[in-house]
């Protein structure tokens, strides 16, 4: 299947907050039901959770950019949770529109070209973002990332490590990742596999059962999911689909 070119991945995700009324929708799968959203919700922030207390990292009083924020999922969960100040940067003016009618701050951009200053963020997080973004665009926000995060500050992801062919996807392992972060002085100081959801990958749907076995799978994967995640914390994974990463910025001396 052919990938959208850098035209038309920027006006896909524009068009998917025009389009998606569902918050969770918009964010995670937009031709997915709600429960299927919550799911991918809950083990996501579960994952940053454990990443967060396994890699040792407090967000309090950080300040902390949140690429492609969206309607401000996870602005609103590092603030309220983890009492970060939070800032958001997303393409779509929907989206950002979204983020201050909550009294979120948020600004229309790219993280190909972030308009901050350099050493601005204590934290930047990507959570399932970049891996929407084309191969030739990705060295250039990691350059992005690396340029705003200060000395010592870290870039939480958690990204696609494994091979997907759909249009808006342009998944990298986590050996890619590592080198492309390492080439701007980001070292890789947590791993922990993610989103494994066996049940819904590996049992086969039947297109006229397919609504009830797509429920059923989700909900097979809920205590395997959070399972597999307690096993496999702070270690990589060939069964996941997902990875969470930090990269941490060398000081300068």
């Not at 035209?7 to 995670?28: N, P, R």
């Not at 969206?70 to 800032?87: E, P």
């Not at 003016?93 to 200053?117: D, H, I, N, W, Y």
């Not at 690396?146 to 000395?151: F, G, H, L, S, Y």
Request: hydrophobic share 40%; proline share 4%.
């Amino acid at each position: 299947m052919n990938k959208l070119d850098n035209f038309q991945y920027v006006e896909y995700w524009k068009s998917i907050h025009v389009e998606t009324a569902d918050e969770y929708a918009a964010v995670c799968h937009p031709d997915k039901p709600s429960y299927f959203n919550r799911f991918y919700d809950r083990i996501q922030k579960y994952a940053v959770e454990k990443c967060l207390k396994y890699a040792g990292i407090s967000l309090a009083d950080s300040k902390l950019l949140d690429i492609g924020c969206r309607r401000g999922r996870w602005l609103s969960y590092f603030q309220q949770n983890h009492k970060a100040y939070t800032v958001g940067i997303d393409l779509s003016e929907e989206a950002v529109s979204a983020c201050r009618s909550k009294e979120l701050e948020a600004v229309v951009g790219s993280v190909t070209q972030l308009p901050f200053e350099s050493n601005a963020f204590d934290v930047v997080t990507s959570i399932t973002v970049l891996l929407h973004l084309p191969f030739d665009l990705k060295p250039l926000a990691i350059a992005e990332i690396a340029r705003v995060t200060k000395p010592c500050g870290k870039a939480i992801l958690m990204e696609l490590t494994h091979d997907d062919d759909a249009p808006h996807v342009y998944s990298w392992s986590v050996e890619k990742w590592q080198k492309e972060f390492e080439k701007h002085d980001m070292k890789l100081s947590f791993c922990s596999a993610h989103q494994f959801t066996l049940f819904n990958r590996y049992i086969p749907s039947i297109r006229i059962l397919r609504p009830i076995l797509d429920f059923v799978k989700i909900y097979l994967d809920y205590p395997l999911e959070y399972v597999l995640m307690n096993l496999y914390a702070g270690r990589t994974s060939k069964l996941s689909m997902q990875h969470v990463m930090v990269f941490e910025k060398l000081p300068k001396y």
